[in-house]
């Protein structure tokens, strides 16, 4: 074949490529102006967050403390200006033309002031971190220091994209925040929901293949190990035969519930205050305080 | 030690390190022109893929439908560039000196041409995988858009790798194949073996820990959660006792059958139409049309 | 709100975030001139101990017999140099200023002659990994070459670190072997702890979620599937509650063990020589020599 | 001293350069959302206008005939984001509140109306552009092609830089024209400015050291060799004592002068038609149409 | 020639140029740990200087009035640590072994004090500075704010790069405050030798060519424009025909002297105060106080 | 206007400028496959170059006496190899169909084979610049060691990329070696043509300005000052007006002559040996051996 007819092949695509037939429903249009939600973007804006919260363990400065203050502020700034915008995109993306207009000065004000309202959150989700911190800490006996569980523990990781994505979906900004929850789940393997609502002191050991749903609650101090779905049995549906969306369909664990790997829990159901659930087993239905559930024995 | 001993040890180890005898069989010399396989190239190729079949959703640029088609032209003629060094690459890699001329025009235009013919499919390739993410958005209760689903959601990355990766491969072109699925492998957690055969409708909820083998082979509407393993349960060994390469030993779901979190299922078997495999077993055994098993209960 | 506020609220989270009691426990205060533990850097010696022992496989030079010496040449002056670094920086994390002298050149001359030592054995590391590769290749019937399974296989990505990180460790270097194992948990979802001693021939198939405890030990030949993992049952806890560190509490398995897909191997316990385990169950007792565990048969 | 010392020493340094009487005169306080004007964005848009005015020589694509409308497309649009940002810039610098809000639609939508405008005039610039290579060429024995002068003159980049500036500069846009021009000063020792009005066919031999003022007029087919001034001679004071501003001061070249090197020429006078201005002079007054002008013969 | 000629000629010159005879006087060998002098440390240094001098001038940050000691802050923290390194480079490079050793904590802390004197003459710097702002933008009717001084004239860049050169000289620190004013040099043809003293309020117009040689003093107010050379007119010898080193020879400039384009001043002569010397000519002698020298009229 | 306008406007000059008529002349149509003539691989090339020949100085490398041929052998193999790609781009550029076939495997080793040749005149061209590092630093009193030179003095680099541009023209490789030039011009403001034939121990004090046009021969031991010119006087042309190409047309200057700043030599004349030629001077005539030139004096 010589190369005319390749860049025949090409043109010829392109064109196909770039009928609206063939797109349709795929493609996003951006209005003038719109910032685009950027996972880059929001990379950026998690380090940020993480070099605030834990400095001295993220990003290059060599802070101390008679100079911290410097780089929290220059950092809180950088983040400000960066999730404004993102924001705005997560705000805009999607709606009608008539809820957002990226232009004009009322949607960026918005945007801005719901930014302003996460960063002033920081030092309390700080707070909840420690105790994040502690209880994998406390709860590995190969962890040496909290250093190696800041520096090293992918459920650390996780559990601060959870917690900023979290506190940006309460302030009602959709889209990234599930973003920021991906980027997580790409890094670490541990899907976390940015609905979910989860306490103080949690762990997840190791982590990879954990999946906490939309609907999932958490009490305080509970602990997952690897490859644990808290997931939705079934769903009902609507009379067009799709799922009904935003209802109750993820699992209760209450205080100090310990779940071990490959477990898998499904549908709205309670796992009371202090039981244990075993590795590899599925489960369907309440389960009472401080109750131990294992798996039958293998055959040989 | 003083540093002299710090240069002695150094240099004593790369002569070490040199000797042919130490790399034998984990040494590539590559022949001088030849494209090397290169794993970075194989991500901008499947980022600029994204970018044309997803327009607006990947990639920097703000494209509108007036100016789609400078966009797409260019991702093209970059992806043409690209995508031809890269299969000559895959058809040298390995092969002796008779199959592969890297320097020769033949060679780089049999290349060329395999490359144009993947690209003449692009189209084809964009209708299918709006029928995954149309599956992914219909199946998730949590999903709020297609654009959501298109942005976020790592089962649509992993498919796309696949479906990518599976092309290629039909179009004869090994390894590099293999390296695009293990792209995605290393970005979502899901590994499909871009030999395994899948139909439209095609979705994977979370994904982390999912497998599909070499030979499996998926009907229409398939849906898949987080762990499972589509798997070959042994195999059979030819006198040396290697394994036996290219045998069929993958299970064959038929249409609209779904398996939930972490079930294992191996060998050539066949999950019937309709049936529904509960999370966490083992199956070994064909499952009738429309059947649904389950984990025996948990012993308290 | 007006940017007057917007400042007005930046400025007052950046005190509160600056205020010590605020970042107690989770700030790393760095002495001048301490050099940090720094993933990327790790990451760099990584590849560069990739490209060194599988040469023409990773890094972008296309070698050849006559001038590999130049290559690896270069590449071991600059992991000796990157590696130094951070050596001295794991000697120096979190330890009394008694301990580590970060600009003294004793400090350095003890961190260069640690590093020294490592790279004195990667040729025994590279005898080490050969085997593992041509375990993977006689593993797997889809594997079509030694340089497919060198290139592609995250098993031989997530061992190389193991083996990296389990030498450093054993030369005493601590936090940055275990950082070592995290990037290639991050990028593979294999999780192996640098503690684990682990034979020849050694391979993991697919890989996502497996979990190798710090104190566990493998013999030759041993294959796990994705999903494996050898972990802790309980850890004794001390007075105060906190659990006991360096007890050993993983399992052993010995020569020619397979454990497949998502089975649970808790406590130390020993897998019998040539025993197999089956899928997704759960074992908490000694498996005797030659066994073959499998999971109850699932209710219809 | 001890590091607290040197700490101690930075802080009040910083103290005292955060003064706002320190840093009165030399700070350029942004309001939040106007954009920045950028050295890096103008270069980006100067190699995008390249790109586009010589398809092939400048930007990585290779282009061909038939895709070169994607390319151009692509670049036209990039340059219109990028510009657009950059016109807004130069209106906001310095001006009051009253004249420019960033944020505002309307000032974006003025910036972009003159963006627009710019981008219309692209082909008549191309044309223009083609006449000053074609005189370089003519011009000089040593060039070899036209693809060598748009190759490797500093020229024909100097002059770019100047027409795309004197452009802008006639739409209204303030200082970015300026930065533009002094980035080929950077790049070539060639200083323009961008209110001097030059004729078509112009050209400048080597081209270090020449200097040509804000208010010169240059016919059509000049040629200046290196280290030419043209420049003002003295400037009226105001009662002030300060430099009137915007007074013509500069020399007016006719039709196919030439300028031998190190020439200087200052103040309001006219060069006449065909007049050669000998190397190493100093020129005050006018001088005639076809005059031939030397320097006095050296002492020996 | 086949290809293992081509890898025979490399080898074979590779052998020649690593001979020592060959590279004997070209070779600079680094102690191990030493830090290497680097023209990218030192245009970052120069950067970060720019940006604290002149704020929201340079660098990306967008500061305010209510941020700006974040970003002085942490911007001053980072040129401390680069500078250090390259203070101590500066000091060490070159000297015999007995002068400086690089990994001892006493050469760091001398490095670490002249840094920190350095550090605290920032504001100095600033004020004098400002100076030469106001002596630009006063003596140039194009000058259309003191932000467009700042932000384009290649001048204030020179001189900028010249203080802080100089400063760092006074302190002691050879080869890098050469560096230094080479890195404006190559930006802006300007050449001043870090051992010049130019008193406040200087000023050069366009300054392509521009040489102000290491013994040159210029008083307050002096005036500069393009390609004027303050240079040595002949060094005396010494017994081994060698220039000899560290003699006055250069020229003074008292207050107030204008010198036009392409003027060459040579020797240790004296220019009176408010005199002006015209363009292209060539001075050897002293000039008094007031007087006006212009070139001879040219022959038509 | 509205967005749609903008969009009209754009789309209408990309049209326009992809018209064949408007591009006529401007537009460098590659073959496919084809390398590019590149400024930035050229860039990379003369910073392996400079590596290469001046060890330790250039380059990030830390090499010592025992490394050095690794550190030399990895960059002569990288630079053979981008090398080999610009050669070829020389070769190709501008000729005909027949005379140039990219994919070729003969036009690649013809490339190939002109760039061994000149790999294996590096250790020539080293004894040659180590003459000139000698004269650079003997002919500057403000010079304080061969280290300083090499680090800072932008004639070293002018006069490297020279050296290497004009071995690769007497290799028959046209255009690159004018870039490689130009690149220099750029850094150094020094724009000497690669045509021009220069002996040993050459230098330039300061350089900023400096032309030797194609033609030039200089013998031993010449030195100039920034400003000067070896240029043409005029050119004969041939009956269409245009200049012919190819005629000595530029100075001859003699072992051990001296040429002062801003001095303008023109014409195939001769400067004697010994001879010292006056700064801001016009010569267009013979100059007998041991002459000085001066300027006459200027009036008051």
Redesign the interface.
């Known amino acids: ?1 010589d ?1 005319l ?3 025949h ?10 009928d ?1 037939a ?2 349709k ?10 910032p ?2 950027s996972a880059k973007a929001l990379q950026s804006i998690i380090e940020l967050a993480r070099s ?6 993220f990003g ?15 950092n ?3 983040m ?2 960066l999730l404004t915008d993102q924001v705005l995109a997560g705000l805009c ?2 709606r009608g033309e008539e809820c957002c207009e990226p ?3 009322d949607s ?2 918005c945007a ?2 719901i930014t ?1 309202q996460f ?2 959150r ?2 309390e989700l ?2 909840l ?2 105790t994040d ?2 209880a994998a800490y ?11 569980v ?5 459920a650390i990781r996780a559990i601060s994209n959870y917690r900023i994505a979290h506190e940006l979906l309460e302030l009602g900004v ?2 990234i925040s ?2 920021i929850t ?1 980027l997580a ?5 541990i ?1 976390i ?1 940015p ?1 979910a609502r989860i306490g103080a002191y949690f762990t997840i050991d ?1 982590g ?2 954990v ?1 906490i ?2 609907t999932s609650i958490l009490g305080e101090n509970v602990k997952l ?3 644990v ?1 808290l ?2 049995k079934s ?1 009902p549906l609507d009379k067009n035969g ?6 109750d ?1 993820h699992p209760i664990l209450e205080d100090n519930v310990i779940v ?5 829990i ?1 549908g709205r159901i309670t796992i009371g205050r202090n039981a244990v659930i ?6 369907t239905e309440d389960v009472p305080e401080g ?10």
Chains 1, 2, 3, 4, 5, 6 share one sequence.
């Open positions: 074949m190369p007819n390749f860049t092949i090409l043109t010829k695509t392109v064109d196909e490529l770039s609206s063939s797109y429903g795929l493609f996003h249009q951006h209005r003038d102006g719109e685009i939600p605030i919260i834990f400095p001295g363990y290059k400065s060599t802070v101390n403390s008679r100079t911290i203050n410097y780089h929290i502020g220059v809180i700034e950088k400000f200006g993306f999607g232009d004009s000065a960026r004000e801005a002031s302003a960063v002033s920081l030092p700080r707070r971190l420690a911190v502690e406390n709860g590995d006996p190969a962890a040496t220091s909290y250093g190696e800041i520096s090293c523990y992918p959709p889209l599930r973003i991906e789940h790409s890094e670490t393997g899907d929901h609905g190791h990879t293949g999946v749903g939309a190990y690897q490859g779905t997931g939705a769903f799709k799922p009904i969306k935003g209802i369909r071990y790997s490959n477990a898998t499904l075993g590795g590899n087993i599925w489960v109750a131990r559930l294992v798996q039958p024995k293998a055959a040989k």
